[in-house]
């Protein structure tokens, strides 16, 4: 005799078998697709981001350049700030111990009234001695960088 609820009912169990065939490559039909008009839209807009691109890097170039030239300028006023500035990064030369008794005699009238530009206008006319005063006279005065480098190419050249 079987105890109560140990019997279990046999179940019969199922087996579902199924077979998965994959097509061959050479099955597939896809359809015909027209990749021409969207590969000429990915061109244009690499076209034009390249563009973007080229037009940021002139503009910060051309911003740089123009800052520099701002700085130079106020660099070259003096009482300003950025001369002062400019000034402390600048070798200084010692002062000589006696005051000179030499006297300097510029070969351009009315020098320290005269703006940059209109100092490098009149450096092509005078000759290496000349060149070599204003440089000296400009050293020891205003130091200003844009007179110094144009006379330095004045006498390179010479």
Do not use: N
């Not at 351009?108 to 940059?116: A, H, M, N, T």
Request: hydrophobic share 45%; glycine share 6%.
């Amino acid at each position: 005799m079987e105890p109560q609820g140990s019997a279990e009912k046999a179940v019969p169990k199922r087996v579902v078998e199924f077979e998965l065939c994959l097509p061959r490559p050479e099955e597939i039909k896809l359809p015909k697709v027209d990749w021409e008009p969207w590969r000429k839209v990915a061109e244009e807009a690499l076209i034009t981001g390249l563009g973007v691109g080229v037009l940021v890097a002139r503009g910060l170039k051309r911003a740089v350049e123009v800052a520099h030239e701002a700085g130079a300028q106020a660099a070259e006023r003096p009482g300003t700030l950025p001369h002062t500035l400019v000034q402390w990064l600048r070798p200084h030369t010692p002062a000589p111990a006696a005051p000179s008794a030499k006297i300097r005699i510029l070969p351009i009238e009315d020098y320290d009234k005269l703006s940059v530009t209109e100092i490098i206008e009149r450096l092509p006319q005078l000759d290496a001695d000349q060149l070599r005063a204003v440089r000296a006279y400009e050293e020891e005065h205003a130091g200003r960088l844009a007179i110094l480098k144009a006379i330095d190419g004045l006498l390179a050249a010479s």
